[in-house]
């Protein structure tokens, strides 16, 4: 059994159509997506149809959140570019787009065969918005986890790729795929990386392994994608490409 994980799209159809290429070209039983869809970049519908295209597992994350209650924008963070950019991403959003992100998962416990289960957030189990890293000390991972028990836990929300042993739990962290980033921002403005993220578990007889895939893209096209749409984020991300 092979389930590709991809994450924090954040609006970014190009990368995603490079992921769902390379995806396509290795081969896997199922996709599943940890959230953070359509905030920050260009192309949050489209986004969302290729999503609901796949008709895949998807998870509620802390910007998908902010689409259905504009308050919780503000309770995460008061930098008004980014406020900016979630507002012009909610008004492109129809009825129909809003349902769709309300019928997002805020975990989902997902069998793997008999290799045994994964479990799926956005952040940590109990929360969207927590980040759970490498240098994370294993005590405060063990109240992240609020005890809960998996064979492998997938999450995202860093934009930081990671693979993770945690008392004997696997911990994986696909990455972005939409804004990788260079390194935790910790509240600092973000690196950007030119390619796309995502990670592959594989399950087979009691065995898993996790490979953690970057897809690379090319600086003229993302800065053409990101240039396209009169977006807040555009300047940015033209002058993180160029």
Not at 31 to 39: E, Q, S
Not at 75 to 97: F, T
Not at 162 to 168: D, F, P, S
Request: with cysteine; aromatic share 6%.
């Amino acid at each position: 059994m092979r389930v590709a994980l991809i994450s924090d799209l954040h609006g970014s159809e190009f990368a995603l159509n490079a992921v769902l290429a390379d995806i396509a070209r290795t081969g896997v039983d199922q996709i599943v997506c940890l959230g953070d869809v359509v905030t920050l970049g260009p192309r949050p519908r489209e986004v969302l149809g290729r999503l609901a295209e796949l008709g895949c597992i998807c998870i509620l994350g802390n910007h998908d959140e902010f689409m259905l209650d504009e308050q919780l924008t503000h309770k995460y963070s008061e930098v008004p570019i980014i406020i900016e950019a979630v507002d012009w991403c909610r008004a492109q959003l129809s009825a129909g787009d809003l349902k769709f992100i309300a019928s997002f998962s805020p975990r989902f416990e997902l069998k793997l065969n008999n290799s045994g289960t994964l479990l799926l957030f956005h952040g940590t189990p109990g929360s969207n918005t927590t980040d759970l890293l490498a240098t994370t000390p294993a005590e405060q991972v063990d109240e992240m986890l609020g005890g809960r028990k998996a064979t492998v836990m997938a999450g995202g929300h860093t934009h930081l790729q990671m693979l993770r042993q945690h008392r004997g739990i696997l911990i994986v962290n696909p990455g972005s795929v939409g804004l990788a980033f260079k390194e935790h921002a910790f509240g600092r403005e973000p690196i950007l990386l030119p390619h796309a993220e995502y990670a592959v578990i594989e399950a087979m007889d009691g065995d898993i392994s996790v490979s953690l895939r970057r897809v690379p893209l090319d600086k003229s096209e993302l800065r053409e994608a990101a240039s396209a749409v009169n977006h807040p984020l555009k300047a940015w991300m033209t002058r993180m490409y160029s």
